[in-house]
Structures are given as C-alpha cells and as structure tokens.
C-alpha cells in the first residue's frame, strides 16, 4: 500500500492539491471504516 500512496502523493503534488491527501492504514482487507471517511468525502466531493 505504501507504494500506491506514494504515487497518489506524486499525482496531487503535480497538481497542487498534496495538502488534500490523507491516508490511514488498518488490519485486514478493503474496506470502508468510520473515523474520518465520512467527513473527507463530504469535504472533497
């Protein structure tokens, strides 16, 4: 995962917006959890 987030850090830096990534990191497989996923789509939808 930590090669992907590394090319999504490169691909918002070219686009100015790197301030707008965020990332957690949890056990198991994808999926949505609650925290802050709500509150980040809402804010950059």
């Known amino acids: 995962m930590e ?5 999504a850090r ?8 790197e ?3 965020e990332s957690a990191f949890y056990e198991g497989g994808h999926r949505w959890y ?8 809402e ?3």
């Open 3 to 7: 090669e992907q987030l590394a090319i």
């Open 10 to 17: 490169r691909a918002y830096a070219l686009l100015g917006c």
């Open 19 to 21: 301030d707008r990534l």
């Open 34 to 41: 609650g925290g802050r996923t709500v509150s980040f789509l």
């Open 43 to 45: 804010a950059s939808l």
